[in-house]
């Protein structure tokens, strides 16, 4: 994805399809996401066998159909296999179903799922929602969990931040994951939305649910991120080292591969303390990581670390890295043959970011001058340990031996993680230690949005009812934001019980369709409903809208 901006026909697709509200109902549906299961490692998301368990009573559908294939009882498991184009079903180990041709979906009446034997966290996993069994183009499957966006929340919010960080630091968690579900940076394939891992975001399902991080979910109920009425890529990382990265230095565009990628308004890299100013000098960033500045991040053991290797050890890292690295397409200069390698005569800097994130480097050996792009290529063909380094945030110290040969190379870093967004230590810091709210929280780390409900099209045509969005609300105020560029006079709304009629000609500039309406007075502390009608008008106009309940610092 280039930009989080999409333009309107893309806007009103989204909202319209992909958030699945519905004009004709009175209360707008839930959200639903499709999320790829992998094994026990992670590292496998399509299977040609798996067995169903269940802590109820469940129902086998093929395809589309609305008619069950079979009926289970939570006391019996059922097999899936798939061969030559074909499903086999074998239930309670005796019951078989053969040459079903069409995907399988499974619902559950009550009680979760689960596929024996996989683990999370040293339990058997379990899901809330439906499992769907899709084929793949390889002769497999992938298991799809299509589970409610809020259900799912409650799943990756403790899994990705420790419940010790604070209630406001969960909520904040809450918040961008929310925004990741909807708008991830990627969506390789087709068939689900999201991977159960740390390729999206960690979501381990039922198992794994804490009382205090469901709460943070429900108390941020229905609110996103909003910059210019779009929902933004809310990326966000473990440790910082004091400072955060712009979102084009670190990443490449995902449909180009061209780096650096393009820059995206929200994602601008931050000190912790402005006395910092910009890291992308070489001898402010040594000074910067050789030493102990203060930092909302300086609670996370990774907020400095340093590494070592002896000269013959960093050659025979190399010799694989770089190979393993070669697909990324941010290597240039080596041959990828092992032994066309030479030895390492010096490492130097090329470019960096804000953060003093590297974006590139130069290893210079007898025999070839290689760059390395990009802070995750960097990480992993720098690796210590058989594992990547925590961060491109680092310098390198050149140790010589007593003939003046280069004899080790350390690396003296900070920080975890890709550097772009929310730090989550750095957030858990200003929750417990400075006392701030989530939406604090965010505006620190995201420039220049709102939180806000998801943005709406709302059609003005006399078949169409109330649209209702529901979210939650804990200072009382919010802002209604209405983007009226087909001049329609008045917008009805009930908010929380109370109706009104909002006259859209008062107060209305030339020069903007925005209007901004005050409706703090309607607003509780906790859930709130709000529900759109636009009076009958011509069937092909429509206006924007969304609720603010935090606006742009």
Not at 87 to 97: A, D, M, P
Not at 331 to 356: A, C, E, H, T, Y
Request: glycine content about 6%; hydrophobic content about 35%; overall charge positive.
């Amino acid at each position: 994805m280039t930009k989080v901006r999409v333009n309107f026909t893309v806007l009103l697709t989204i909202i319209l399809m992909g958030l699945r509200l519905d004009c004709q109902a009175s209360h707008q549906k839930q959200q639903s996401v499709r999320v790829a299961i992998s094994d026990n490692q992670f590292k496998e998301f399509a299977y040609n066998e798996i067995e169903i368990i269940a802590t109820g009573e469940y129902s086998l559908y093929e395809g589309s159909s609305s008619i069950p294939l079979a009926k289970v009882s939570q006391s019996q498991t059922t097999k899936i296999k798939f061969a030559n184009g074909n499903f086999t079903i074998v239930i309670g180990g005796n019951k078989c179903l053969k040459n079903i041709r069409e995907n399988i979906v499974i619902k559950c009446t009550n009680g979760f799922f689960g596929v024996k034997n996989l683990q999370r966290l040293g339990k058997q996993a379990l899901y809330r929602g439906n499992f769907e069994i899709t084929k793949t183009n390889d002769g497999r499957f992938f298991l799809v969990n299509i589970v409610d966006l809020e259900d799912y929340l409650k799943s990756v919010v403790p899994n990705e931040m420790p419940i010790k960080f604070g209630f406001e630091a969960l909520k904040a968690q809450a918040v961008v994951a929310r925004n990741y579900a909807l708008m991830p940076r990627t969506k390789n394939f087709g068939e689900f939305d999201l991977f159960d891992s740390v390729a999206s975001q960690v979501y381990f399902g039922t198992n794994t649910e804490h009382q205090t991080s469901n709460q943070a979910v429900k108390e941020t109920e229905g609110l996103v991120l909003l910059h210019n009425w779009d929902i933004i890529l809310a990326l966000y990382f473990s440790t910082s080292c004091g400072h955060t990265e712009n979102y084009e230095n670190a990443f490449a565009d995902p449909k180009t591969n061209v780096f650096p990628g393009s820059p995206l308004p929200h994602l601008k890299g931050r000190p912790d303390n402005p006395k910092i100013g910009n890291l992308g000098n070489e001898d402010t960033a040594r000074r910067f990581f050789e030493s102990l500045p203060k930092s909302f991040d300086c609670e996370s053991r990774y907020f400095r670390w340093q590494r070592e290797w002896d000269i013959q050890e960093l050659k025979n890292i190399l010799k694989t890295s770089l190979v393993e690295q070669k697909a990324s397409g941010f290597i240039d200069g080596f041959s990828f043959k092992p032994s066309d390698l030479g030895n390492i005569q010096r490492i130097s800097v090329k470019r960096r970011g804000v953060s003093g994130q590297i974006m590139e480097l130069i290893i210079w050996t007898t025999k070839q001058k290689i760059s390395i792009k990009k802070e995750l290529v960097i990480r992993r063909v720098f690796k210590k340990d058989d594992a990547a380094l925590p961060s491109a945030n680092f310098v390198l110290e050149h140790i010589k031996d007593n003939n003046g040969n280069l004899a080790k190379i350390i690396a003296h870093g900070g920080g975890f993680g890709h550097a772009v967004g929310m730090s989550q230590y750095g957030a858990g810091f200003m929750a417990t230690h400075l006392g701030k709210s989530f939406d604090q929280i965010l505006q620190w780390y995201y420039r220049g949005v709102s939180v806000a409900t998801i943005p709406i099209v709302l059609p003005a045509d006399k078949t169409q009812n109330m649209v209702t969005q529901n979210f939650y609300a804990t200072k009382k105020t919010a802002t209604l934001v209405i983007d009226n560029k087909f001049n329609i006079p008045s917008l009805q709304a009930t908010i929380n019980g109370k109706k009104l009629n909002l006259d859209l000609t008062a107060n209305s500039s030339p020069s903007s369709s925005i209007h901004r309406i005050d409706i703090s007075r309607y607003i509780k502390n906790g859930s709130n409903s709000v529900s759109f009608h636009i009076p009958n008008v011509a069937r092909d106009k429509s206006v924007k809208l969304y609720v603010e309940i935090s606006k742009p610092e």
